[in-house]
């Protein structure tokens, strides 16, 4: 079975920080997507990136970074500087590939980010 | 920027009563979802839906619940009798096989 665990129930970090949130994840599978959603006090999700079970590749985006590891089922995601707007709802998600496809996502429990100013 | 679209961002109903959450998936795409989020609680899985049928449903999208694409650009939910635990923010979703895109969520209040 998959699931995603976001040992991280809560982090609370001043501005300009740097914060990393942590994702566990379980599948069998050998070809999987791997997600990060952002959803802000307003309650959309905002997604945030997409990522290819091949593809140990770290990214970086801006002020965000991930680093895939493969060997520990994790994929984590750092904001460099952290701001007062990057407060939100992270969810880390999981998907199985159907025909190469992303199919449904299962999501982590999330982590609530609090910056303070 | 094409985007999903939702209508009623928020409904208040009373038990039993049935509710029917709409929307809009972006024009291209071929897979659509719906997901539940109770209050400050994950977002879970509902429903996935594709080639006109359902492709996959969770334990809780029971007897319930229904979707459909009545018309090839909505899709629907359909709650046919409410309880309170299905008070909720439902979000739809389409997808192009790549990312899944979501709607910005209707809050269901079942009193």
């Known amino acids: 079975a998959q699931k995603v665990t976001q040992a991280q129930t809560e982090i609370s970090v001043v501005e300009k920080e740097d914060v990393t949130l942590d994702c566990v994840y379980e599948t069998r599978d050998t070809t999987y997507y791997l997600f990060w959603y952002k959803q802000p006090p307003s309650g959309e999700l905002v997604f945030l990136i997409r990522?290819?079970?091949?593809?140990?590749q770290n990214e970086i985006s801006g002020r965000y970074s991930w680093n895939f590891q493969k060997s520990t089922s994790s994929f984590n995601f750092t904001i460099t500087a952290s701001q007062v707007v990057d407060s939100a709802v992270y969810f880390c998600a999981l998907s199985e590939a159907v025909g190469g496809a992303t199919n449904k996502l299962i999501f982590g429990t999330g982590t609530l980010l609090a910056v303070q100013p | 920027e094409p985007e999903v679209t939702q209508t009623p961002s928020h409904q208040v109903t009373q038990m039993g009563q049935e509710v029917i959450l709409r929307c809009v998936p972006i024009?291209?795409?071929?897979?659509f979802y719906w997901y539940r989020q109770i209050l400050g609680q994950k977002v879970e899985f509902l429903v996935s839906?594709?080639?006109?049928?359902?492709?996959?449903k969770s334990e809780i999208f029971d007897d319930q619940f229904s979707v459909e694409r009545p018309d090839g650009s909505n899709f629907t939910l359909k709650i046919r009798s409410t309880k309170l635990e299905d008070s909720a923010m439902y979000f739809c979703a389409s997808g192009d096989g790549r990312e899944l895109f979501f709607g910005e969520g209707s809050r269901l209040t079942v009193l």
């Open positions: 839906f594709y080639n006109n049928e359902i492709s996959e």
């Open positions: 024009s291209n795409h071929l897979y």
């Open positions: 990522r290819n079970s091949f593809d140990e």
